[in-house]
């Protein structure tokens, strides 16, 4: 039993410290990776980048310009500065220039890799779509969908049976087959408007639910048969073209748009929704998709018919090129994490070292704990599996069974 | 005649440093034998090995045949063991005390226990922790008797005990072990507590066994001889008989296992004048002390 | 029946502070829910479900320690006095095997511990229950699990650490020890704990015979 128990905390020991070593290792030296800020230039119909770490501004071939210069290509973005500066151009491409119009196009939209692979609380306040205020105010009652909606009130934790029951027979009379799978909308009541939510039942299809002056309003929306959508984020954009950005799990982006709920994939590809992060400028002109992953960054942008006009791709040094990098696979056969960039679950996530270096370490500590034994004078054959978790365990191993020293088990 | 405790061979070292090599002794049914020796020569090592809480560097010990590092529970209800300082669950009173050891031995006498509680002036709601050392120790000792024990192993029972209370504790004890035929093995450090209890007697020191006899035959055959030297100079020591010599310039304290008249026979032999002979009678500690040394 | 005998003397060793405790634990809920009716009060239940499902603010993060005290609390009353001039001893001394016997000790700190901790889930959930539809509770426990887990976890290090003979040993322990309890207190957002319960659980029962390595080595004579 004593042995067992050895074995238990030997193990313990192993995983904290493959959580702690590395952890304080990166602490310590892991350097960040600058990405470059990247936009499109509608003016000069190349991207702009701006690395702010060396504070150059460039496009892509390389030409390096001012900061003014730069801004001054990018007028969407820079609006308040050009038009303090003066430089503020009058029209583009022939389009006469509305500070009104431009600020209605303006729109910035991000998807984080975490935000995918998060709880769902389930439960979600349904605004009043026309309360003819121009503020929202944040309904009394809070909905879930299961076998049906429940509308559960706030103040007193019971549910709204005639609600309930309304807006459930509205949902089932257009084909919804309870219980949901995914609700995804703007649950703030800081939006300029509400669009209700878009709903995924558990047969895959796609409805939009709002409330309308206290009654449900319930559509719908067809798309091809076998598209199933990953993620959908509601978006509030001030020109009011579509209802939200849809990730299917093909890693294709689509829009749904609020005239006539039109789904429109974007040519974008290049997004992978596990190990990327998403941005999307919107102005008058075009949008810009920027894809951001691990070693890489991808820029597209594309004009208001959603055509690709331009891309750029731009990559760097993988990470197990760094020095850093490398002399942690030296060390560490492993890491274990509890959190993880990519998620906002707690997990025992286990990365392995990028390359084998760390067996070197790892015989060498079992040569090293060989001679100590031996100095010891005691039997081997005891110690074997002491050894054996050397080699694979490495330095954790070797901390774990000197803080749990296998002595008086001959 | 069975051996109720048996130790082979044993050899322990702390680091590199020696307590005892190929230690032997053994303690037959019905005899109390004392463990004698300086502090640091392997008392405590020796009762912790006996009560399982050391292992030896090599060597065993056994007690009612099975190995002192893995005695069985039937074999534990047979030992009763007092801690040196008589250390005790003192968070408890007398009452809970009795409590909690009954539940363990089937044998269990409380009578004796309650008997000892009664000359004690404590309530029975009193901690233990608040009673002085004496008191602490009629507890220990009641305890021990309520349990009715065929091995006795104490460890220094009169640490800490006012002169009356180390009388009561080996007056008890000794009445109470030669009635019941009960064994004990003890240690002290008090030499003439000792002298009262016990009939076998091991002394070790820092080189090993020094005496492993009966009391008696011990007394018997270790002399002490007091003369004046004429010559201060006389070198005694090469004298195949002695054990320990002590000398103030030309006294001399002999000690040793030889007769007087060989003893008298070395000094003729070497023209060693001498005046005063004369063998000085010996208690135990005064036995101890001459045959382990002063120092 | 001599596990009544060994039970005895752990309860007369804690009691006090087993009691003290599940009063404070209790009290600290009833606080904890006096503050919720507060708020429901004065900022409204809606305002106060809306910061907890969109705004991360979890109700119950006061009680965060709150397990961790108690297990911390209940092996030193238990433990501690069995190292005080080594008295473990007379444990081990007992007709009894000694590991069998510093299992019952430790089942029955255990089994206190985790009656408390009843006492203290079953108020949150019931309290909870009031105020907040089934989702909202689930993933409170969700949240609050590590917690309690955390507080058999460090009994089970405490017991470990306090019975082992050597100083040194008892730095290193206590130095993994406190790091391995960092794993129950990830900054994380409600119910994000989900995945990793049951992992934790299996390893908190891994613990739970752990004392039985260090009382070997104090059986084998280490100073």
């Known amino acids: ?410 | 005649m069975n051996n109720v405790i048996e130790c082979n061979n044993l050899t322990h070292y702390y680091g590199k440093k020696r307590v005892y090599e190929n230690l032997n002794f053994h303690v037959s049914e019905g005899s109390i034998l004392g463990l004698l020796g300086k502090n640091g020569t392997g008392k405590t090592t020796t009762i912790n090995i006996l009560n399982g809480f050391l292992q030896p560097r090599s060597g065993e010990c056994l007690i009612f045949g099975e190995n002192t590092q893995h005695l069985s529970p039937r074999t534990k209800a047979r030992i009763g063991f007092l801690i040196e300082g008589h250390i005790q669950y003192s968070f408890m009173n007398i009452r809970q005390i009795e409590k909690f050891y009954s539940g363990f031995y089937s044998k269990w006498k409380p009578a004796p226990f309650w008997e000892l509680m009664s000359k004690l002036n404590v309530t029975p709601t009193q901690k233990i922790s608040t009673m002085s050392c004496g008191q602490r120790s009629q507890v220990a000792l009641g305890l021990i008797l309520a349990q009715d024990p065929e091995l006795l192993i104490l460890d220094d029972f009169s640490m800490g005990l006012d002169p009356g209370y180390r009388r009561l504790f080996i007056d008890y004890l000794r009445e109470y072990a030669k009635a019941e035929n009960k064994t004990i093995f003890t240690t002290s450090h008090i030499i003439q507590d000792m002298e009262r209890l016990i009939d076998d007697l091991l002394i070790i020191d820092f080189d090993g066994v020094l005496a492993q006899t009966s009391v008696n035959e011990f007394m018997g055959s270790f002399k002490r001889f007091d003369f004046v030297l004429e010559n201060d100079k006389a070198d005694l020591k090469k004298a195949p008989f002695v054990v320990n010599l002590d000398k103030v310039k030309n006294k001399i304290e002999l000690y040793t296992y030889s007769s007087e008249s060989i003893v008298k026979k070395y000094l003729d032999d070497n023209n060693i004048t001498v005046s005063n002979f004369a063998q000085v009678k010996m208690g135990l500690e005064d036995a101890f002390i001459g045959l382990t040394g002063k120092y | 029946m001599m596990w009544k005998s060994v039970v005895y003397k752990e309860w007369l060793k804690i009691r006090w502070f087993l009691i003290g405790y599940t009063l404070l634990g209790i009290l600290s809920i009833g606080y904890l829910f006096l503050t919720v009716k507060h708020g429901f009060a004065f900022t409204g239940g809606k305002n106060i479900w809306n910061t907890f499902l969109f705004l991360g603010h979890q109700f119950f993060s006061p009680l965060k320690y709150v397990p961790l005290v108690g297990g911390l609390t209940i092996a030193i009353a238990q433990y501690f006095p069995e190292t005080v001039n080594k008295r473990i001893k007379l444990t081990f001394h007992l007709p009894l095997g000694e590991n069998k016997a510093l299992l019952m000790m430790h089942a029955f700190g255990a089994v206190s511990l985790l009656l408390s901790f009843l006492v203290f889930f079953g108020m949150f959930a019931g309290f909870s229950l009031v105020y907040f539809p089934v989702q909202m509770v689930t993933d409170s426990i969700i949240s609050i699990s590590p917690w309690f887990l955390a507080g058999f976890a460090s009994y089970f290090l405490v017991a470990l650490i306090v019975l082992e003979p050597e100083w040194k040993f008892r730095f290193y322990y206590s130095v993994v020890g406190g790091f391995f309890l960092t794993i129950y207190f990830a900054p994380a957002q409600t119910a994000a704990y989900g995945p990793a319960n049951s992992g934790l659980f299996v390893l908190t029962a891994f613990l739970s015979i752990a004392l039985l390595f260090s009382a070997y080595r104090f059986r084998k004579g280490e100073m």
């Open chain 1, 1 to 410: 039993m004593e042995k067992i128990s050895r074995y238990l905390l030997v193990f313990i020991a192993i995983l904290t410290l493959a959580i702690i070593l590395p952890k304080l290792y990166w602490m310590a030296f892991e350097k960040p990776i600058r990405k470059p800020f990247i936009l499109y230039s509608c003016i000069y119909d190349d991207f702009m980048i701006h690395r702010i770490s060396e504070k150059t501004w460039k496009d892509t071939k390389g030409q390096q310009y001012t900061r003014e210069e730069y801004e001054q290509k990018l007028p969407m973005m820079y609006l308040k500065q050009l038009l303090a500066s003066g430089t503020m151009p009058d029209s583009i491409d022939g389009v006469e220039l509305d500070m009104h119009d431009i600020a209605k196009a303006k729109s910035f939209f991000r998807l984080k890799i975490n935000e995918i692979d998060a709880p769902v609380s389930g439960l979600y306040p349904l605004f009043e779509s026309q309360s003819g205020r121009t503020m929202l105010d944040l309904p009394e009652d809070f909905f879930r969908i299961t076998w049906r909606i429940d509308f559960i009130d706030a103040a007193t934790n019971k549910v709204l049976e005639e609600k309930s029951q309304m807006f459930s027979a509205a949902l089932f009379q257009k084909g919804f087959s309870f219980p949901a799978k995914t609700i995804s909308g703007l649950s703030t009541p800081r939006k300029s408007i509400d669009e209700g939510y878009l709903i995924v039942d558990s047969k895959d299809q796609l409805f939009h639910l709002k409330m309308i002056k206290g009654n449900p309003y319930v559509k719908q929306i067809d798309f091809p048969d076998g598209l199933k959508f990953r993620h959908i984020s509601c978006v509030d954009f001030k020109n009011k073209d579509f209802y939200a950005y849809l990730f299917s799990d093909k890693n294709e982006i689509y829009i749904l748009t609020q005239d006539g709920y039109k789904l429109i994939k974007w040519p974008v590809d290049g997004f992978v929704a596990s190990n990327c992060d998403l941005k999307i400028y919107g102005d008058l002109f075009n949008y810009t998709v920027i894809i951001e992953g691990e070693d890489h960054i991808k820029a597209i942008a594309l004009n208001p018919d959603y055509q690709v006009v331009k891309t750029y791709t731009e990559t760097w040094k993988l990470k197990e090129e760094q020095t850093e990098v490398k002399i942690f696979s030296s060390l560490f056969p492993a890491q274990v994490s509890m959190t993880s960039d990519n998620s906002k679950f707690i997990r025992f996530y286990f990365s392995p070292s990028k390359g084998l270096n760390w067996i070197f370490l790892n015989l060498l500590l079992m040569a090293f704990h060989f001679i100590w034994l031996y100095g010891r004078k005691v039997k081997l054959k005891n110690h074997m599996a002491d050894l054996g978790i050397v080699a694979v365990c490495g330095i954790f191993g070797f901390i774990a069974i000197h803080f749990f020293q296998n002595k008086f088990f001959d």
